[in-house]
């Protein structure tokens, strides 16, 4: 069940990812409408970690295999890494983006590869990408950089916003070079369940502290942010989050983060479809320099070299 040998699912899971998470920046625009990020994120990731519970025993039901009951210390390691990436990670973007544009939100997320390969990198006293895969990622960025606009208007403001926004990328880059160095269920649909509950009742104290859980919240909150919080714990975190935490366990961290390259241009593109949002020049612009920066970091041949001990 851990699917290591299944190489087929590797790009299948890279695409669900992409196009994924690429949709959520309109799903959690709509949720955040009329929902608190604490309200938004604490019923998206409870639900979406009840899910993969019940998903688990139906797997293990399918295969015939019993369902193993993972060891204390498997459980604290997933529920300290799924808060850091969800917490530390998702939630701190969504806080950010009430005071600062999505243009610099994204532009800031897409430098995730780049932070991922430092960690990975000195957590495995290894240097795991080589110079042609760096460059791809500085693409990426760059790509991004031209597709949001960022560096024109009011350029980037220094703020507590933008704060949020480096804290989230440090925190999601660290957990997810944590991930291979910890001891974590073998089963990834396990995994993210316990990782999402466990970030779904944080953020469910941390609504129940600031009022957002209120009754008064609650009913304030429209159809369209409850389906939009749907969409998120269905596709967004039980689907796509699942394809996520099973990837690092047979992809590279920093290969993995590539994500943050293309989901800019999903959003940009569903915006533009259904958030009635308009497609400038710079979308074609940006195209060729986030293709050739992603070719390079996914296809450049990798170079592992030693670090001094």
């Not at 959690?28 to 938004?40: A, D, H, N, Q, Y």
């Not at 019923?43 to 025993?57: P, V, W």
Request: overall charge positive; proline content about 5%.
């Amino acid at each position: 069940m851990v699917m290591t040998s299944a190489r087929w699912l590797v790009p299948v899971a890279y695409l669900t990812v992409y196009v994924l998470w690429g949709s959520t920046y309109l799903a959690i625009r709509f949720g955040v409408e009329t929902m608190s990020p604490s309200l938004l994120f604490g019923c998206r990731f409870l639900l979406a970690g009840l899910i993969n519970l019940a998903l688990y025993r139906i797997l293990c039901g399918i295969t015939g295999e019993t369902p193993r009951r993972p060891s204390r210390r498997q459980v604290a390691n997933a529920s300290v890494i799924g808060c850091v990436l969800l917490i530390g990670g998702t939630g701190l973007v969504g806080w950010a983006e009430q005071t600062v544009d999505s243009h610099l939100a994204a532009l800031i997320v897409s430098s995730t590869p780049l932070w991922v390969t430092l960690f990975d990198s000195a957590l495995r006293r290894t240097i795991l990408a080589s110079p042609p895969q760096v460059l791809g990622m500085a693409l990426g960025v760059a790509g991004v950089a031209i597709l949001t606009g960022a560096g024109g208007g009011g350029g980037l403001r220094p703020g507590a916003g933008v704060m949020l926004l480096l804290l989230a990328t440090l925190f999601w880059s660290i957990a997810s070079s944590a991930s291979h160095l910890a001891d974590l269920p073998s089963n990834a649909v396990l995994t993210s369940a316990i990782q999402m509950t466990a970030a779904g009742a944080v953020f469910a104290l941390i609504g129940a502290a600031t009022g957002d859980l209120a009754p008064a919240s609650l009913a304030g909150a429209s159809a369209a942010s409850w389906w939009a919080m749907l969409y998120l714990a269905v596709f967004g975190s039980s689907v796509a989050f699942t394809a996520f935490a099973w990837l690092l366990t047979v992809e590279p961290a920093h290969r993995v983060a590539s994500y943050a390259l293309v989901n800019p241009l999903v959003a940009v593109a569903l915006g533009a479809g259904w958030g009635h949002e308009t497609i400038g020049p710079r979308v074609w612009l940006a195209l060729p320099v986030l293709s050739l920066g992603l070719a390079l970091h996914l296809f450049a041949p990798a170079r592992i070299l030693h670090a001094a001990r």
